[in-house]
């Protein structure tokens, strides 16, 4: 079983939500990044997205965007990720690892050469975000021979056709976008999250996750209560660029922003 579909059915027999924190990888430079993974999972993080750095990441808004750029300059690039995941899973075995991020440098790689590499160090799920299904019919196979997890966004004004077609090619969790708008925009309101969770659930088994617009431990078990999942980013990754010029002190800030979220949620 994937990482993620055990995680999750870990997480339903203990009646708890998934908290699944979200940050770049590379930012504010390589040699953090897997100190940073095991920080959030210290917090209480169950699945965690490693952001792959890109230079026009249109979906998100202007914290992530400079969060990318960080990255990238310092060089950060795909091969540099497979090696922090490979680094993670030698003291870490459990925890699921989503690759989240733009088709682009997985193109440069080459599909085959990309699912080999994610599944080699231990990758368990791949979010591109500008790959609807209908453009998955050549990577889409060569995932799920991998046994990783092809995972798709929902956004509030998706048609309920549109939405079952993306739910049947859907695996380990669904990503419901909870706003209108970019990542870090505006605030949500759980009551009309959750009237949009409904339709889902008569379309599909996935595993319901809800990203955008989570900022601090009231947000999240907001939306805890509606969803089976919690997906956090520009509030940490906003952390991370508040104390570039202090690296050493972010760990100890994700861990502590984690685990409000995390307390509040379990409440």
């Known amino acids: 079983m994937n990482r993620i579909d055990q995680r999750f059915s870990e997480l339903k027999q203990q009646g708890r939500k998934a908290l699944i924190p979200y940050i770049t990888a590379g930012d504010p430079a390589p040699q953090y990044t897997v100190g940073f993974m095991h920080a959030l999972v210290e917090a209480g993080a169950d699945v965690i997205e490693l952001g792959v750095p890109f230079s026009d990441p249109m979906a998100d808004g202007p914290v992530i965007q400079k969060a990318c750029e960080r990255a990238l300059k310092q060089g950060t690039r795909l091969v540099?990720?497979?090696?922090?995941?490979?680094?993670?899973?030698?003291?870490?075995?459990?925890?699921?690892?989503v690759l989240m991020g733009y088709l682009n440098p997985i193109e440069r790689i080459g599909y085959e050469n990309f699912a080999d590499q994610a599944a080699s160090v231990g990758v368990d799920g791949v979010l591109i975000v500008d790959m609807p299904p209908e453009e998955a019919e050549e990577i889409g196979p060569l995932?799920?021979?991998?046994?990783?997890?092809?995972?798709?966004?929902?956004?509030?004004?998706?048609?309920n056709q549109r939405a079952a077609t993306i739910c049947a090619h859907g695996e380990g969790y669904l990503y419901y976008?909870?706003?209108?708008?970019?990542?870090?925009?505006?605030?949500?309101?759980?009551?009309?999250?959750?009237?949009?969770?409904?339709?889902?659930?008569?379309m599909t088994d996935l595993p319901l996750c809800v990203g955008f617009g989570i900022r601090d431990g009231v947000t999240a078990a907001e939306v805890a209560k509606v969803a089976d999942?919690?997906?956090?980013?520009?509030?940490?990754?906003?952390?991370i660029a508040e104390s570039v010029d202090a690296p050493e002190t972010i760990a100890g800030q994700l861990k502590s922003v984690l685990a409000e979220m995390r307390t509040a949620m379990d409440a």
């Open 177 to 202: 976008v909870s706003l209108k708008g970019v990542t870090g925009a505006a605030t949500l309101n759980a009551d009309d999250v959750a009237e949009h969770l409904a339709p889902l659930r008569g």
């Open 143 to 159: 995932l799920k021979s991998r046994d990783l997890a092809a995972i798709f966004l929902v956004a509030p004004t998706t048609s």
């Open 80 to 97: 540099d990720l497979m090696q922090m995941v490979k680094e993670f899973r030698q003291t870490d075995t459990t925890t699921p690892v």
């Open 229 to 239: 999942g919690v997906i956090v980013g520009s509030a940490l990754v906003n952390r």
